[in-house]
DNA sequence: TAGATTGTTAATCGATTAACAATC
DNA sequence: TAGATTGTTAATCGATTAACAATC
């Protein structure tokens, strides 16, 4: 059947980006129908934790057949807000901050990015793709003025708390942390977690310990 | 006490990443002892968790004071492989390859970027820092005679598999994955995800749905 | 029909938290 | 000493997997 209505898991959450992301490379491909057992295989899963995660949104399978392609992918568009505009703006215009600015892969998937920022006078009026750098002190105006919802934050960890509050008292809605920082934010607000060094040092106590 | 010798679950790797980072600062800050209580609130974590943690390397705290910061930091330094000097390369000149091969916090974490790959021939010979962009067909080369242990996979998810499995062939230990695809390896192989645009979209549906 | 695949319940497994004796 | 904090055991909680009746 399938619900809807309560919380997902952030467990189910994190996978249901991925049956996202393996249904519309499906539908590229023509493919009308996936089973279970299918995308188990794919993405590394068993059948058993597919089919559970997929109980969580609304939309069902069908016996003998599976889940028919175009479906899920509204269904999964729909539950990860792809759907949606997110106007978007970065803090931080280091190589990582205007990296993302210029990732065309945020915009494909509905992140408007609305304006990336720096504490550096010497970055502020740097071209980023069509965007220049602004200083922190237009920050909160941009965000009020554009309805910006989330600020991905790129900056150094000893500056990381100070931008999110900033960010925060802003009036925005979510955070993406790429620092190693640990983010303070307010229950109404959301924050995730993005460490790219933080995988990379996983990785080497993986590779040093492997057996 | 503190044990050592068994695997330790990647969810505990994890947060060692995080008390490496807190406990380095807090050195920094010349501070002297850490109790789990402290470490705790600082990354909103229970006291019994960080116990339960530090418990899996070989080092021991001491009642009413709590870790010696020095000890603390070298311990997981170890565990970590902070210590070793780890050569990687990047393949994908995009925005992020270019991005991560510039970023400082990499170097300074011991980690060696000997190249970086892009199957454009456009690309290649572009510098990004020191390095010039290499075509795909130098890669084994670069990854044998170099010894190179890690490799960074930032090429659009179609072509990541592909990229994986040279790599592999070329004698990699591990793999840092920033694509939305799944790479599948063998057993002797490490793989860590690190998918920016999974995070943003699992943002994206904590803001939908926040209550 | 026969049988493959779903949705869901129950069992297992693992991770987190609570509790507390040991101890500095 | 008195009491704060560790290390560890036991309890709880949550996530994954197995199993299977329902069904297309």
Same mark, same amino acid.
């Given at each position: 059947?399938?619900?809807?209505?309560?919380?997902?898991?952030?467990? *189910?959450?994190?996978?249901?980006?991925?049956?996202?992301?393996?249904?519309?490379?499906?539908?590229?491909?023509? *493919?009308?129908?996936?089973?279970?057992?299918?995308?188990?295989?794919?993405?590394?899963?068993?059948?058993?934790?597919?089919?559970?995660?997929?109980?969580?949104?609304? %939309?069902?399978?069908?016996?003998?057949?599976?889940?028919?392609?175009?479906?899920?992918?509204? *269904?999964?568009?729909?539950?990860?807000?792809?759907?949606?505009?997110?106007?978007?703006?970065?803090?931080?215009? =280091?190589?990582?901050?205007?990296?993302?600015?210029?990732?065309?892969? %945020?915009?494909?998937?509905? %992140?408007?990015?609305?304006?990336? %920022?720096?504490?550096?006078?010497?970055?502020?009026?740097?071209?980023?793709?069509?965007?220049?750098?602004? =200083?922190?002190?237009?920050?909160?105006?941009?965000?009020?003025?554009?309805?910006?919802?989330?600020?991905?934050?790129?900056?150094?960890?000893?500056?990381?708390?100070?931008?999110?509050?900033?960010?925060?008292?802003?009036?925005?809605?979510?955070?993406?942390?790429?620092?190693?920082?640990?983010?303070?934010?307010?229950? =109404?607000?959301?924050?995730?977690?993005?460490?790219?060094?933080?995988?990379?040092?996983?990785?080497?106590?993986?590779?040093?310990?492997?057996?």
């Amino acid at each position: 059947m399938a619900n809807s209505g309560k919380a997902i898991p952030t467990s *189910v959450v994190k996978r249901l980006t991925r049956y996202l992301t393996e249904v519309q490379a499906l539908r590229e491909a023509e *493919v009308e129908w996936v089973s279970s057992q299918e995308l188990a295989e794919t993405l590394g899963l068993t059948s058993s934790t597919v089919r559970q995660d997929l109980s969580h949104v609304d %939309f069902s399978g069908i016996s003998r057949r599976g889940y028919r392609i175009d479906g899920l992918e509204r *269904v999964l568009v729909d539950v990860l807000g792809v759907d949606t505009t997110w106007n978007t703006v970065v803090v931080g215009a =280091g190589n990582l901050g205007r990296a993302l600015a210029l990732h065309h892969e %945020f915009s494909h998937r509905g %992140f408007n990015i609305c304006g990336i %920022f720096d504490s550096d006078p010497k970055k502020v009026g740097v071209k980023v793709g069509r965007l220049a750098v602004k =200083g922190m002190r237009e920050l909160p105006t941009v965000v009020g003025e554009q309805n910006v919802q989330i600020g991905i934050i790129a900056v150094p960890d000893d500056a990381a708390q100070s931008v999110g509050d900033l960010l925060i008292a802003s009036g925005i809605h979510g955070l993406l942390n790429l620092s190693l920082a640990h983010i303070v934010a307010p229950a =109404g607000v959301a924050v995730t977690d993005s460490r790219v060094v933080a995988s990379l040092l996983e990785l080497a106590h993986a590779i040093k310990y492997r057996r």
